[in-house]
């Protein structure tokens, strides 16, 4: 596939000089908000935010409601109780009033979050179109709490102007978005941050990325028990030139061939989401970072190298502040994993990161995969690997 991209794709998209229009016409702010956050596409099962259970969810396992962000918006957030958790108290969930209405803090699930001291939090930053209520996000969040069923809460929004949330996205404000939810579950759910791991999924990726950033930023720096990303892309400038259409025409191809045509390109980006200058800044600043970078090959939205120029970016950043003690000095290592790809892990004290690009997935198929899911479980603490990344 790469040989063919490089032979016979681009050089038509050259040929054809739709590239030329379609770069001029994505310099539009109006274009480019569309085209990043297709917030206004929404598919119908992820219509039924109000009745979780048509997407396979018993009565009560998640608790829709409503968190307000500094700027006065309201996001629609679902908390998902995991299934082990569920069974042991399964009657007190199913005499629960339903609804969105109400305080959260008065329902179940918020409570036995709060209260118990071995309780995990996963927040799930979703990608582009859709709600928090899509068919496969919901297998999703069923997959990732799997691991230990009764310890992995799963909390997850739709950002502002996606589905009931009020508003409409930007970079601030779905960083606002990000920030309010995050803020609602270490203060609110009081949820220490070495038992909440952000993990997102294409734009939900840069999402992730900039509040991980801003909380490691503050004058006492708050890190997570790790950031999972998957499908990411270094900034906005660079997705765009990347994408293809319908996964197969990367119509803006010929403009990521040309280094000065895509600086400038970048440029015009109202939204930039840089993504790999932030992870570089948290790694400088966060001598515990402990990060996953996960990918496909075959992804046609958005390809791999994306992730390759990011994990490439953090080493060399690791390279220029290595540790001071020589035991903790930085070492990679790679794992073949046959037809499930390839991981590389990069170590340097106490900071991991990992890069996992699979043979096989695609940009959406790939969030079903075992390895996030273990992923996960390592960030937590709950598997006997320990946390590789």
């Not at 539009?28 to 219509?47: A, D, I, S």
């Not at 009020?166 to 270490?186: K, M, R």
Request: hydrophobic share 40%; charged share 20%.
């Amino acid at each position: 596939m790469p040989n063919l991209y490089s032979s016979i794709i681009i050089p038509i998209a050259f040929v054809s000089g739709i590239w030329i229009p379609a770069t001029l016409l994505c310099c539009l702010p109006w274009v480019q908000k569309q085209m990043l956050y297709l917030h206004w596409v929404t598919f119908w099962p992820g219509k039924w935010l109000d009745e979780p259970e048509r997407a396979g969810f018993l009565k009560n396992q998640v608790t829709p409601f409503r968190i307000p962000t500094k700027d006065g918006e309201r996001l629609f957030a679902w908390l998902i109780a995991p299934l082990g958790l569920y069974s042991r108290y399964a009657d007190k969930f199913l005499e629960e009033k339903s609804g969105v209405d109400g305080d959260v803090e008065e329902k179940l699930s918020f409570k036995l979050l709060r209260e118990d001291p071995e309780s995990r939090l996963l927040i799930y930053f979703h990608g582009n179109t859709g709600t928090v209520a899509q068919e496969r996000r919901c297998e999703e969040y069923r997959m990732y709490a799997s691991g230990a069923s009764d310890k992995i809460f799963v909390l997850t929004f739709d950002y502002r102007g996606f589905g009931k949330s009020t508003g409409t996205p930007s970079e601030p404000g779905l960083l606002n978005d990000a920030e309010a939810v995050v803020d609602w579950a270490l203060n609110v759910a009081n949820i220490p941050p070495d038992r909440i791991v952000l993990l997102g999924h294409s734009l939900g990726t840069a999402v992730a990325t900039g509040v991980a950033h801003h909380y490691s930023s503050l004058d006492s720096p708050i890190s997570f028990a790790g950031l999972i990303l998957c499908a990411a892309f270094t900034n906005s400038g660079s997705a765009f030139s990347s994408y293809s259409i319908a996964d197969v025409f990367p119509v803006l191809a010929p403009v990521k061939t040309i280094p000065a045509l895509q600086k400038w390109f970048n440029g015009r980006m109202k939204d930039p989401w840089e993504t790999s200058d932030r992870l570089v800044s948290i790694m400088r600043q966060s001598s515990a970072l402990q990060l996953v970078l996960v990918h496909a090959e075959d992804d046609g939205t958005m390809p791999w190298n994306q992730t390759e120029q990011i994990f490439n970016a953090i080493i060399r950043a690791g390279k220029e502040n290595p540790p001071n003690d020589d035991e903790a000095a930085e070492k990679l290592r790679t794992i073949e994993l046959g037809e499930a790809g390839r991981q590389d892990i990069w170590r340097s004290g106490m900071m991991s990161v990992s890069k996992l690009v699979a043979k096989h997935g695609g940009h959406n198929t790939m969030m079903k995969w075992s390895p996030i899911s273990l992923a996960v479980l390592e960030c937590f603490g709950l598997s006997s690997v320990g946390p590789r990344a």
